[in-house]
């Protein structure tokens, strides 16, 4: 049987089609019920998120206001104008989720913070686990739709910031990703299985149209109610 991650990689279009470009760029508009829970709706509908593909750097285009720009890096935020002016910034972002509980509002820094590290993440992926100080190990199958989906157990290493430091990938049997398991440490360990779905072919590469975030239970059932996160992407490109 072939390398899961192997097999995965090809699927998606392969590492050297891969390894050409080192910009992406996808429209999105991200909704779901966190949005209410943390009182920012409609704070991150119909952005341009402009990623670094090999460097974990993220732009959001607009954000908060017509003529700012939003640049994330795990260590700072910063909100810019146009021409490149900082206007606001934060720095050591992730300690501002301290002490916060299910129900604590976000401002709009968190809310930055939470998409750049998730995007960065989703976005990349299954690619990202080739990159170097990642761990990848093929675990039992798992059945869901009718089908068995072979999963791969991903550790990041701790220069990556993501939701948390292990997670799951499950693959059909096409090779494509069918869901993707994780806790959020900034959400209190909060569970997450993300469903890409509706692929297309993007300069010779696979990527979703869109993604549905549930809860999942002690026995890895998803939780279809409520939808926690919508991802639906419009054009994305690569450069």
Same mark, same amino acid.
């Given at each position: 049987m072939k390398d899961l991650l192997e097999f995965a990689i090809d699927a998606h279009g392969g590492l050297d089609r891969w390894n050409?470009?080192?910009r992406l760029r996808a429209e999105v508009s991200i909704g779901g019920a966190i949005w209410e829970v943390k009182q920012q709706p409609g704070l991150l509908s119909d952005k341009v998120f402009d990623l670094l593909t090999h460097e974990e750097r993220v732009t959001i285009t607009p954000f908060a206001a017509a003529d700012r720009v939003l640049v994330f890096t795990p260590e700072r935020i910063t909100l810019e104008t146009s021409d490149g002016e900082v206007a606001e910034e934060r720095l050591n972002p992730r300690a501002s989720f301290e002490g916060q509980v299910r129900e604590t509002p976000w401002d709009k820094f968190?809310?930055? &913070?939470f998409a750049g590290?998730? %995007?960065?993440?989703?976005?990349?992926?299954?690619?990202?686990y080739t990159y170097p100080g990642f761990v990848t190990e093929e675990i039992e199958p798992w059945s869901e739709d009718g089908e068995e989906w072979r999963r791969l157990k991903v550790t990041f290493p701790d220069d990556?910031?993501?939701?948390?430091r292990t997670q799951i990938t499950h693959f059909g049997p096409d090779?494509?990703?069918?869901r993707h398991d994780y806790t959020v440490?900034?959400?209190?360990?909060?569970?997450?299985?993300?469903?890409?779905?509706? &692929?297309?072919?993007?300069?010779? %590469?696979?990527?979703p149209r869109t993604r549905r975030i549930f809860a999942y239970d002690e026995a890895g059932q998803k939780v279809p109610d409520p939808l926690l996160v919508s991802l639906d992407f419009g054009a994305i490109s690569f450069s």
């Open positions: 050409s470009f080192t968190h809310v930055a &913070y590290e998730a %995007l960065w993440t989703y976005l990349l992926s299954p690619f990202l990556v910031t993501s939701h948390t090779g494509l990703m069918r440490d900034i959400l209190g360990g909060a569970t997450g299985a993300n469903y890409p779905g509706g &692929y297309r072919e993007v300069q010779g %590469l696979m990527m």
